[in-house]
């Protein structure tokens, strides 16, 4: 009888994932406990069925939730990053590679290009983010935190410069410019 049941829910599960109900499937899995060798095949399919559509997250999150193997994981998770690339949403590529484990290179790829454009709008402030979350090199963010001194100093916020020169450790002519403007 227990055979059956799992039997059942297995053949739900497969129904669930065929229509695209991934949550409902989870589910299916979760409250029947279903081991993951009976359900190889519909996640396959529906991982298949995504990678053909170009739902490339998507693939990627079914092949770590189903423990799909890892180059199937990879491969749909690399083509989502490189979407995410062209689309310009490098942050979220970064974070993305992270995430799924993507190849270093991939990651400070993706920051290094989320840094140069923040740079490029002016959005010193978030370059100088990017470059201490990804740990890019020592030099991007000295150039991002000397533009956003720069920046505050012109604006007459001296006070947040000087901030900003002690935090990212400027030039001491620099921590003294600001200092001379507050006093």
């Known amino acids: 009888m227990v055979d059956s049941n799992l039997a059942e829910a297995a053949r739900q599960f497969t129904i669930k994932m065929n229509l695209g109900a991934y949550q409902e499937a989870a589910k299916i899995k979760s ?28 693939a990627a999150d079914l092949a770590r939730k189903y423990d799909l193997p890892a180059n199937l994981r990879l491969e749909a998770a690399e083509r989502s ?20 484990g993507l190849p270093q290179d991939l990651v400070r790829q993706a920051a290094v290009q989320a840094f140069n454009k923040s740079m490029s709008f002016g959005l010193v402030k978030n370059a100088a983010k990017i470059a201490e979350e990804f740990e890019l090199p020592p030099e991007m963010l000295l150039q991002a935190a000397t533009k956003s001194y720069e920046l505050h100093m012109q604006a007459g916020l001296y006070r947040k410069a000087l901030k900003i020169a002690q935090k990212y450790r400027l030039p001491q002519e620099m921590v003294a410019a600001a200092e001379k403007k507050i006093s």
């Open 81 to 100: 990053f490189n979407r995410k690339i062209d689309s310009e949403f490098y942050h979220a590529a970064a974070d993305y590679a992270k995430e799924y």
């Open 31 to 58: 409250d029947f406990g279903l081991p993951s060798d009976m359900l190889m095949e519909a996640v396959r399919k529906a991982y298949d069925a995504n990678m053909k559509k170009g739902d490339y997250s998507l």
